[in-house]
């Protein structure tokens, strides 16, 4: 099973900052089959990005997502205030499909 | 629009059984595989199961297999996840979600339902 680890835990930034999420596979992720989804809380998650780098259906451009292999990066340029939330990556290449822990972006 | 919506969940005593729904709306059902994610109180999410277009094949996470069943009706347009032996640990809100493709990420989630297994 592939492991995801995600980090930080938790980002503390201000809106208007940047924010660098990061997500670390145990072994190469095939195809760059990564997502990252938000969740906000008592919400479902949204799929934000796939491919590691191709957002989702109405996903703002502020949401960008690179890496390949076992090193992923998702950065939201400027935050907004809607964009506090936790974030998930997911690999999809292997079974089990598997997240990583989160990394919850909030206000500082 | 995409509609998936989750019921079915309650509080269970260990070793009870129960089975979760999902309907779904707004696109073709049977041409999508499905799966079911947990996130337990507080924690990440984790994949349970998945099933094809026409339930021919599925498959399971360690810690729910033999226990859990996934089924579908794509006449009825639902979703099913049948557990049985259930456990403390598998007390949890359950996702049920489209993969945009045969082994795609998931695009559409329904607004989950919360199982919790207590005595």
């Known amino acids: 099973e592939i492991v995801l680890t995600q980090s930080p835990g938790t980002l503390s930034l201000s809106p208007g900052e940047r924010a660098t999420l990061s997500c670390r596979a145990s072994?190469?992720?095939?195809?760059?089959?990564l997502a990252w989804y938000q969740q906000k809380p008592d919400q479902a998650p949204r799929l934000l990005i796939y491919d590691a780098s191709t957002r989702a259906t109405g996903i703002p451009d502020r949401f960008s997502g690179s890496g390949s292999g076992t090193d992923f990066t998702l950065t939201i340029s400027r935050l907004e205030p809607e964009d506090f939330a936790v974030y998930h990556c997911q690999q999809y290449s292997y079974s089990p499909r598997t997240f990583g822990g989160g990394t919850k972006v909030e206000i500082k | 629009e995409v509609q998936l919506v989750e019921s079915g969940g309650g509080l269970v005593q260990p070793g009870g059984s129960l089975r979760l729904s999902c309907v779904a709306s707004?696109?073709?059902?049977?041409?999508?595989?499905m799966h079911w994610v947990r996130q337990a109180p507080g924690k990440g999410l984790v994949w349970v199961s998945r099933?094809?277009?026409?339930?021919?094949?599925?498959n399971y996470a360690d810690s729910v297999k033999g226990r859990f069943t996934i089924s579908r009706d794509n006449a009825d347009k639902t979703l099913y996840l049948q557990m049985n032996s259930l456990r403390a640990e598998d007390t949890a809100v359950y996702y049920c979600?489209?993969?945009?493709?045969?082994?795609?990420?998931?695009?559409?989630w329904g607004q989950g339902t919360l199982l919790t297994v207590s005595s």
């Open positions: 707004g696109f073709t059902f049977s041409s999508y595989w």
């Open positions: 072994q190469s992720v095939r195809g760059s089959n």
């Open positions: 979600a489209r993969g945009a493709w045969q082994l795609g990420p998931f695009d559409h």
């Open positions: 099933i094809n277009i026409d339930g021919s094949s599925t």
